[in-house]
């Protein structure tokens, strides 16, 4: 999946501190402090726990469920804009798949992304999900790796990793033995890049569509 742009995420922020009649800039910053949270599955009820959470933080009183669901409205519309397979993903897992090569997701993400997957084309063409707000584990650390690894039943050292280098996947993969390459799509904005620890000095190999990796398998 393309990631989305740093404008349009924060603007679903502004969006929910404006709803529930918050600090824009108090919010924010509060919203960023809990995304640990969110993206290991703290809270059992999903993203109303975590804005919940967010309020408490600010000393405002508990949103209603109605509030709630009106402050999450336009983060469910960017999913549904911008949740969608990456030029070349479905090609790949699809051949993948035709050629019997195991494959796996690893995903750092909000309890709200799963589901969206699941209605997704690209549902059933891997075989192992890894969901950081399932699993309670998150990148780079060696544990979601080898969690995804250990379900495949395969060595760390016999995959290929590919990711857009957020969060540190890339070195995280390589640490615990996989061989690891960014996508870097030639019309990427570097500007609008949402994740906050891009491999932005990663010198390990690139490709600019998925597809080149075919030839590596």
């Given at each position: 999946?393309?990631?989305?742009p740093?404008?349009?995420?924060?603007e679903?922020v502004?969006h929910m501190a404006?709803t529930?009649?918050?600090d824009p800039?108090a919010?924010?910053?509060?919203?960023?402090?809990?995304a640990?949270d969110?993206?290991?599955g703290?809270?059992?009820?999903g993203?109303?726990?975590?804005?919940?959470?967010?309020?408490a933080?600010?000393?405002?009183?508990a949103?209603s469920d109605?509030a709630i669901g009106?402050?999450?409205?336009?983060?469910a519309?960017?999913?549904?804009?911008w949740?969608h397979?990456r030029e070349?993903?479905v090609?790949?897992l699809t051949e993948?798949r035709?050629?019997?090569v195991p494959?796996?997701?690893?995903s750092?993400c909000?309890p709200?992304?799963?589901?969206?997957?699941?209605?997704s084309?690209?549902a059933?063409?891997v075989?192992v999900?890894?969901?950081?707000?399932?699993?309670g584990?998150r990148?780079?650390d060696a544990?979601?790796?080898?969690?995804a690894?250990d379900?495949?039943?395969?060595?760390p050292?016999?995959c290929?990793?590919?990711?857009?280098?957020?969060?540190?996947e890339l070195t995280?993969a390589?640490a615990v033995g996989?061989?690891?390459?960014l996508?870097?799509?030639p019309?990427?904005?570097?500007?609008?890049?949402l994740?906050?620890e891009?491999?932005?000095?990663?010198r390990g190999?690139?490709?600019?569509?998925?597809?080149e990796?075919?030839?590596f398998v």
């Open positions: 999946m393309p990631e989305f740093r404008t349009a995420f924060y679903t502004a404006a529930l009649g918050a800039v919010f924010r910053a509060a919203w960023d402090r809990t640990v969110r993206q290991t703290v809270h059992p009820d993203m109303p726990g975590n804005l919940r959470s967010v309020c933080a600010l000393g405002m009183a949103p109605a009106a402050a999450l409205a336009p983060r519309a960017m999913y549904r804009r949740f397979p070349g993903a090609e790949v993948l035709a050629r019997h494959t796996a997701l690893i750092m909000a709200d992304t799963p589901a969206m997957w699941r209605a084309p690209l059933g063409l075989d999900e890894v969901f950081s707000s399932e699993v584990l990148k780079p544990a979601i790796y080898t969690y690894t379900r495949l039943g395969v060595s050292q016999a290929l990793y590919c990711g857009d280098g957020a969060y540190g995280g390589a996989m061989t690891a390459y996508i870097r799509p019309d990427l904005n570097a500007a609008e890049a994740t906050p891009p491999e932005r000095d990663w190999p690139v490709v600019a569509d998925l597809r990796l075919l030839s």
